[in-house]
Structure formats: C-alpha cells, structure tokens
C-alpha cells in the first residue's frame, strides 16, 4: 500500500487510506526523547584512515547506531586494521592508541574501538564505590586515628 500525504488516500482503491503503523514514526511522534535518540543515533562519524595505506575499513561504523551494531568480529577487525591488535610500529602513531586483548568481553571492546575513533563517554570507566565500602573505610580510619592516639597516650608508659 502506497500513502499518498496530500489527499490521503490508497490509490488502489481511491479510499481513505490508513495510516502507515511504522513503530518509529509513531513513537517519534509521541515521544521527543525518542526523536531526539533517533537523530542522536543517526549522526555520522568521520572516517578514520589506516596510516599505511590511507583506506578506511569496510566495517567502519557510518553513524553512531553502526558503532553500537559492531559485532565481535568486525571490533576485532578494526582493531587489527589500524595496527591496534598486533602492536607495531604504527601503534601509537594513531591520534588516541589503546590497549587491545582479543579476550575483552564485547561492551569492553566497544568502548575501546569507541574511545579509539574518538567517541566521548567512551573513556575509562571510574569505579564508584558502594555505601557499604565508604562506611568500612570511614570505620577503619577511625579505628586506625584511635590506635594511633592510645599508641601515644601508653608510650609514656613503656
């Protein structure tokens, strides 16, 4: 079926046609967060060369949603591409060089490859503790402040 936007009508059957039950249409037309993701994942990436030869890999991601769709294996061939996997002496001629084990879980290689061509939020992740492990470290410092006063306090009784 062929929508017509001017007169809305199927031109098979000259009725008034439906309307098209595209789920990202729809979505979009009710949600502006959701807009807003679709244009984020749609913006395009700039091509990175390969220093040797100055192509650009076949499986080089085009948009932001290609990075995200990258599969183990094509991670592996870009990061064996540009001279990343196997270092060599084009390594680290490369504008931001990392550090790649074929035995990385998947999102870690993502976001490596990601850091690699250049993607913000890709960056080393910083650890962030629990509540539980600030309050046993706020416990042992008291305790270690309190034996380092009683250490004081008895020494002049030794």
């Known amino acids: 079926m062929e929508w017509n936007q001017t007169n809305q009508t199927n031109p098979a059957h000259n009725q008034p046609a439906a309307r098209p039950t595209v789920i990202g249409h729809r979505r979009a037309a009710n949600s502006a967060a959701f807009q807003a993701k679709l244009q984020q994942m749609a913006l395009p990436l700039a091509p990175l060369v390969q220093l ?34 196997t270092p060599c002496q084009w390594t680290l001629h490369y504008p931001c060089p990392i550090a790649w084990s074929s035995d990385m879980p998947l999102e870690e290689k993502r976001r490596r490859i990601g850091r690699f061509i250049g993607l913000r939020g890709c960056e080393t992740p910083i650890r962030v503790k629990s509540e539980e492990e600030l309050q046993e470290e706020a416990r042992q410092a008291r305790l270690r402040d309190e034996e380092e006063i009683w250490r004081r306090k008895l020494r002049w009784y030794h």
């Open 52 to 85: 040797t030869t100055g192509e650009i890999h076949p499986a080089f991601p085009g948009t932001l949603l290609n990075f995200w769709l990258l599969t183990d294996a094509e991670l592996e061939e870009l990061a064996h591409f540009y001279h990343q996997r």
